[in-house]
């Protein structure tokens, strides 16, 4: 039972960094482009399916919470303002679609919310990511690292890569849904992300190897781990090719894949801790009941009809968005 | 009052609950307006329903909006601020609220886009599914919660292991009577909101002369249906009033401001409790009615607040004062619903000035009549969140600093009040643009998934002209 969640809750949170990841990539390059014709395409282009995507975000956080309550507890507790200032960004942002579209005086407030609360929630998510890497300072189960535990360098430097990241996968979805100046200034900023990316994990390596991360330690012990760097670095070459010869589709698979490869390694090394390295899955689940009550509605019935939707509503806005659409 | 961050979290939970509590109550009951609007329509085919029903679902879809967001928030909030509560009882509260988030999003995700934008691509029949199945979402959601919080406030079913509350019985968990009673008495709350703000609107429009046809029939359908659920909602108050007497003494004795045992007991009307001398000041009471409230008895003897210790006694003055406001808000709306119902079935209502006033101005009493509702029953259950199991003090994240806390407050604070101005500041320019002569067309920009998108700038002259061009 505890394995069924766990391998709901790697769905539920790998869905919502792909999904989400990319929203937050447009409305991070939001904040570079100039002029509002192409604002207003990169708005239509995440528009449709930001809401279903950031639903993600709280089936993973309800499940957690439900199937391994004591992960959510500690993590939730211990990254209290970092989720705070997530919660922040994302609600900014969120309203920022529908209240820019009718106003034109105060646009630019929303246009800075838009912008600075999906800079704002990538780099918490990245830092609470790196923080966990590093390992959080935990005793007897709870967390003792004080107000600003999570702070060091190797998070923040995996907020900046994550933003990074988010930002590619924005672009390349930019190039596969836009048409004219936006998928230009997409191509464009492609290379410079994706070189950005390459510099971030090869200082992570370096990092890691520098300290002696634990991580570290299970990646040299396990070598079949290394299916995943490779999947990605073949994914990378893909990208590199598919950009080069302006092909609009494969741009986004290939660092979707990139995502995939970077999720499971980090699952992977986790494994079986939910917490690296003090608590375990098994340590974490919730009795046999709680999970088998979840299991036999949701897990069985609502689970695999919320993937469903998702497929439909990803596959009714496919393809291009027409530029004559707005009626911004 | 030192502020602690327990003081801190305490006052940030009421804040960003008594927020969100707003649209979904809103949301809720106008879910159901519109689900019966939708079945009048189809029934009968008469064009005003529709126009009714089109003007309803734009403000629906901005409150929804808004309480998507605001809801979020609360996922969250208990692991950040109340990390031994999520702890010790997420085995419990985790399950409950997943299949909020499972149900709630499974129905209304599903069949809002279709509500808003499907009009003209689905059959009529489905269209009325899905108005049907957005209604049936959004009581599903509420369900959960009340599952959730009743189980805080009479906790069953469940076993302490090591320092966890483990569930051994879901039947009791779920099917607990006090969860039946207390989500009739949330549903019915939420359907006469949305009554009264329809009704507060036709009001408006007749007052102002415009939208007569449509007003009329908004006036003539919320004013009925209020008349009818407001004695029901009474059974049910009275049948909560029950479950605190016999679940949560301390809580029925601070509601009355009884502080010492009495036999038979008195009904304090109103005064001002005083807990330094344990007595009221300027009480007016009834002899023997608080024993035939209490006990459905002229001779029981009831529980006084000083039965308990002093560390386990709740507040007094907002539960008691809470529990009053509501009541009160629940009269003026009787008599607004009763007296209003009589006119129109004379056909004497439009002359009404008066009470045509009396009924816009009324919008705000659901809202009050809600949020003091849920005052009594929170403050009321203190000093306890887990009802005789887990204190407050004790469930608060054990490490959170003063600093955090009051910044997290302030954000919140800052940023809902921000959001709550531009949201409402919308949802007025909707009603007064008003059901505008044209059926909505289905824009090529409107997409689903985007509740708030259905409100367009006004054009220039005020007219409502047609999107897309």
Not at chain 1, 216 to 234: D, H, K, N, Q, T
């Amino acid at each position: 039972m505890a394995m069924f969640w766990i391998s709901v809750l790697a769905i539920s949170i790998l869905l919502y960094v792909l999904l989400d990841g990319f929203d937050l990539g447009v409305g991070m390059i939001f904040g570079v482009v100039r002029g509002e014709p192409q604002r207003d395409a990169l708005i239509s282009a995440v528009a449709p399916i930001w809401d279903g995507n950031e639903t993600w975000l709280v089936v993973s956080g309800v499940i957690l919470w439900g199937a391994f309550p004591i992960v959510y507890s500690t993590l939730m507790s211990a990254f209290y303002l970092p989720v705070l200032m997530m919660l922040a960004g994302l609600i900014l942002r969120g309203v920022a679609f529908e209240f820019r579209s009718k106003t034109r005086r105060m646009r630019w407030i929303w246009n800075a919310s838009f912008a600075g609360g999906s800079l704002v929630a990538a780099f918490m998510q990245g830092l609470m990511v790196g923080a966990l890497v590093e390992g959080l300072p935990l005793a007897d189960g709870r967390y003792v690292g004080g107000e600003f535990g999570w702070l060091s360098p190797f998070p923040v430097l995996c907020g900046i890569g994550l933003c990074t990241g988010y930002a590619l996968l924005g672009a390349c979805w930019l190039v596969r849904k836009c048409e004219g100046g936006a998928r230009d200034t997409a191509y464009r900023l492609i290379p410079y992300l994706s070189l950005g990316l390459l510099v971030f994990l090869v200082v992570v390596f370096a990092y890691a190897l520098a300290e002696n991360l634990a991580v570290m330690r299970r990646w040299l012990e396990r070598p079949y781990l290394s299916v995943f760097p490779i999947i990605g670095a073949l994914a990378a070459i893909l990208l590199a090719a598919s950009v080069r010869r302006r092909q609009d589709g494969p741009p986004f698979v290939m660092v979707a894949l990139i995502f995939i490869a970077a999720f499971g390694t980090l699952a992977i090394s986790f494994w079986p801790y939910m917490i690296p390295f003090a608590i375990t899955i098994a340590d974490a689940a919730a009795p046999h009941s709680s999970l088998a009550f979840m299991f036999w509605g949701e897990g069985l019935f609502v689970f695999p009809l919320m993937l469903l939707y998702t497929a439909i509503s990803l596959t009714v806005f496919r393809g291009k968005i027409r530029a004559t659409t707005d009626h911004y | 009052m030192q502020l602690t961050a327990l003081l801190l979290s305490r006052l940030q939970w009421a804040f960003t609950i008594s927020f969100h509590i707003i649209f979904p109550a809103f949301t809720i009951g106008l879910a159901a307006w519109l689900m019966v609007l939708e079945v009048l329509n189809f029934a009968t085919g008469r064009p005003a329903y529709r126009l009714v029903f089109e003007f309803w679902l734009k403000i629906f879809g901005v409150a929804f909006g808004l309480g998507v967001v605001s809801g979020i928030v609360m996922a969250f909030q208990f692991g950040t601020n109340w990390s031994e509560l999520s702890r010790m009882s997420g085995p419990i509260q985790g399950p409950l609220l997943s299949y909020e988030t499972f149900t709630g999003f499974a129905l209304e995700a599903s069949f809002f886009g279709i509500l808003l934008f499907g009009r003209s691509r689905v059959r009529p029949w489905f269209y009325l599914f899905s108005t049907v199945m957005v209604a049936l979402g959004t009581a599903l959601s509420a369900f959960w919660i009340m599952a959730n919080n009743t189980w805080m406030q009479v906790p069953v079913g469940y076993a302490s292991e090591q320092d966890i509350f483990a569930p051994t019985d879901w039947f009791k968990i779920v099917l607990n009577p006090v969860v039946w009673v207390r989500f009739a008495h949330m549903l019915l709350a939420a359907f006469l909101t949305g009554a009264f703000c329809v009704a507060a609107t036709g009001a408006w429009y007749l007052l102002r002369d415009r939208f007569a046809a449509e007003a009329r029939i908004m006036l003539r359908m919320s004013l009925y249906l209020a008349a009818i659920l407001l004695p029901v909602q009474l059974y049910f108050g009275h049948l909560n009033g029950d479950y605190i007497h016999e679940h949560q003494p301390a809580k029925f004795a601070a509601i009355e401001a009884r502080w010492h045992d009495e036999q038979p007991a008195a009904e304090v009307l109103i005064g001002i409790p005083d807990p330094a001398t344990e007595s009221n000041k300027y009480a007016l009471s009834i002899p023997v009615l608080g024993s035939l409230i209490a006990s459905m008895s002229f001779t029981s003897k009831e529980v006084g607040l000083t039965d308990f210790p002093r560390q386990d006694r709740p507040p007094v003055l907002i539960p008691f004062f809470a529990f009053r406001i509501m009541v009160g808000c629940w009269l003026i709306m009787l008599v607004l619903a009763w007296t209003g119902s009589y006119l129109i079935a004379k056909g004497r209502i439009e002359e009404n000035r008066p009470l045509l006033w009396a009924t816009f101005l009324s919008f705000p009493l659901p809202f009050i009549a809600i949020l003091t509702g849920w005052f009594t029953a929170e403050v009321g259950r203190q000093p306890w969140t887990i009802y005789g199991v887990l204190r407050t003090a004790d469930a608060v994240t054990p490490f959170l600093t003063v600093r955090s806390a009051t910044v997290s407050l302030v954000v919140y604070c800052v940023i809902y009040i921000f959001i709550f101005a531009f949201g409402s500041f919308y949802i007025h320019r909707l009603l007064r643009t008003g059901p505008v002569g044209h059926l909505v067309l289905p824009s090529t920009a409107a997409v689903p998934n985007r509740p708030m998108s259905v409100i367009e700038p006004p054009a220039a002259d005020g007219l409502h002209v047609p999107v897309g061009e």
